[in-house]
């Protein structure tokens, strides 16, 4: 079973930032577009970014501005930068890997996924 492994998360002041990572031991992840998902307390799973296997990049409203994706493929990992957080933003945030053929950060489209690293704004 492959299992993505997401690190970076913690408590955080708003107005913060924090950077995640998502890692893979069994596959490689430049050949995956890769997203970026959450899920709050109460609420339904949000994908809000995703970064295909070229490169191309998409992100959900709420975050547009604040967060960036990117890729480092001698690590195998990918990045999702997170500026200006704010308490809306507390989630358990999670990365999933889909075929180079998403574009876009809809969950059906991911079959490997990691267990989550949570992210708490907050004063």
């Known amino acids: 079973q492959v299992q993505l492994m997401e690190s970076g998360g913690g408590l955080v002041q708003p107005g913060g930032s924090l950077r995640l990572s998502c890692t893979a031991a069994?596959?490689?992840?430049?050949?995956?577009?890769i997203g970026w998902f959450r899920r709050a307390p109460g609420k339904e799973r949000e994908g809000i970014s995703s970064i295909s296997a070229d490169g191309r990049t998409h992100y959900t409203d709420s975050v547009k501005g604040r967060f960036t994706i990117s890729r480092d493929n001698t690590k195998n990992t990918v990045y999702l930068q997170m500026n200006n957080l704010q308490p809306e933003d507390t989630a358990v945030y999670s990365c999933?890997?889909?075929?180079?053929?998403?574009?876009?950060?809809?969950?059906?489209?991911?079959?490997?996924w990691g267990q989550g690293t949570q992210v708490t704004v907050s004063s």
């Open positions: 999933a890997a889909g075929s180079p053929l998403v574009v876009v950060p809809i969950s059906e489209f991911y079959n490997y």
């Open positions: 069994e596959v490689a992840l430049e050949d995956h577009t």
